[in-house]
């Protein structure tokens, strides 16, 4: 993990900027400690829409599931819309947030408002420690998750992404929401199944990494290169834990 702290924005924006592109290729976590103290929600997403090679995806699915548009999307304790991960206090599974689009943000910028009084930690398990382990432990997954064409979509079909779970490229990237991924297919169904079992086994082991995101720090990710998850935390009232989260993508180069 990459910490940054600063007191303030000014003399500082180059070195956020530069930080976060360079988890285009990266499966590092940044995290900017105290950010909600430099910038408000609104002026962090003003100062990343300023970059020359950040651009906004700000398509999100709200507890209906239809799409929606917002800067920000809200995920906080909410114990009426509890029976979704975003609203509960239970423990997150590992996934990646745009594992449906095809043309997914490859961003993932939290702002932590409030934190729990305890738990809440984010697991992170980086991809080449899960390449790593599925080649020494489970060679045959690996295999067909590299090669089995799955569909993962969310609301009306609108956007959904055909691909292998782990995809081999200049890179190889993850895409992986074992909800939302389609299983009338026997052979895909018993994948899913597998992997999602691999997957909560793994979190017992040193692989899978926790990140304490307190009150005001700000976190950013890849999220195709990292798989993240959530403890669970105590709650009480609603609201007792708040983040809000945001999706960036980054142009190529040569837009710069
Ligand atoms: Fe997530």
Known sequence: MKELYFENIAGNKQVIKDAIIDLESSEE???????????DLAGWHDFLNSHPR?????????????????????????????????Y???RQPMHCDNAWFDDGAEINFFAMKRQAASGGE??????????EDLSNLEP??????????VKIKKGDGEYQHLTTILK??????????????????????????YFFRFLQAQEATSSVYRVSCNTGDCMAFNDSLVLHGREAFEANEPF???????????KDDDLK
């Open 29 to 39: 976590v940044l995290m900017i400690r105290s950010g909600l103290n430099i910038l």
């Open 54 to 86: 950040l651009c906004e995806d700000r398509r999100h699915f709200n507890f209906e599931n239809s799409l929606s548009l917002a800067d920000w999307w809200e995920i906080s304790y909410q114990p009426a819309l509890a029976s979704s991960y975003a």
């Open 140 to 149: 045959s997954l690996l295999n067909d998750l590299l090669t089995v064409p």
């Open 88 to 90: 509960s206090k239970t």
């Open 122 to 131: 984010q697991s992170i398990y980086p991809l080449s420690r899960l390449l």
């Open 240 to 250: 007792d834990r708040v983040l809000f989260q945001s999706m960036w993508k980054i």
């Open 168 to 193: 081999d490229g200049d890179l190889i990237k993850c895409y992986w929401q074992f909800y939302r991924t389609e299983k009338k297919d026997l052979l895909v169904a018993k994948m899913c199944e």
